[in-house]
């Protein structure tokens, strides 16, 4: 996860897709898709909190 963060950190964006609730928390936000929509975004806040 350092290095997403650091990639982050230099101004990149990071798509990552997960199941994993623990791993999702890493980033800024979380969006929730159901069927191909979207269902729910969840704002975070800073990376890596």
Avoid: K, Q, W, Y
Avoid at 20 to 35: F, N
């Amino acid at each position: 996860m350092d290095l997403f963060e650091d990639l982050s950190e230099r101004g990149n964006t990071i798509l990552m897709v997960t199941h994993e609730r623990p791993i999702a928390e890493h980033a800024e936000r979380i969006v929730h898709l159901l069927d191909g929509e979207i269902e729910d975004v969840e704002e975070l806040g800073e990376v890596g909190r």
